[in-house]
Nanobody, 122 residues
């Protein structure tokens, strides 16, 4: 079974930085794309950034210029570097993996992590 485990959330002051990590565990052969979304109470989950196994990236308008997504394919891990954080960035950040293939021929269309809370406050 494949699982995604996020880490790195916490409390940070406005203007500060954080790095989120998400490691996929299991008998993994490949993951087509990985990324991050975020959600605040009462709002729809918003895609923040994504990266393919070839390194192509995509960002939301709110993330462009402040957040950077990167990936270590050997470790099946995706990172999100959050810079210039503002209170409106406060949310639970979720890791997402798309088209996960396992060594035994299994396939997961989409997987989500449990989320990690980022709070931006003075």
């Amino acid at each position: 079974q494949v699982q995604l485990v996020e880490s790195g959330g916490g409390l940070v002051q406005p203007g500060g930085s954080l790095r989120l990590s998400c490691a996929a565990s299991g008998n993994i052969h490949s993951i087509e794309s990985m990324g991050w979304s975020r959600q605040t109470p009462g709002k729809v989950r918003e895609q923040v950034a994504g990266i393919t196994d070839g390194g192509s990236t995509v960002y939301s308008n709110s993330a462009k210029g402040r957040f950077t997504v990167s990936r270590d394919n050997d470790k099946n891990t995706v990172y999100l570097h959050l810079n210039s954080l503002q209170p409106e960035d406060t949310a639970v950040y979720y890791c997402r993996a798309v088209d996960v293939r396992t060594m035994d021929g299994g396939n997961y269309r989409e997987l989500w992590g449990q989320g990690t809370l980022v709070t931006v406050s003075s």
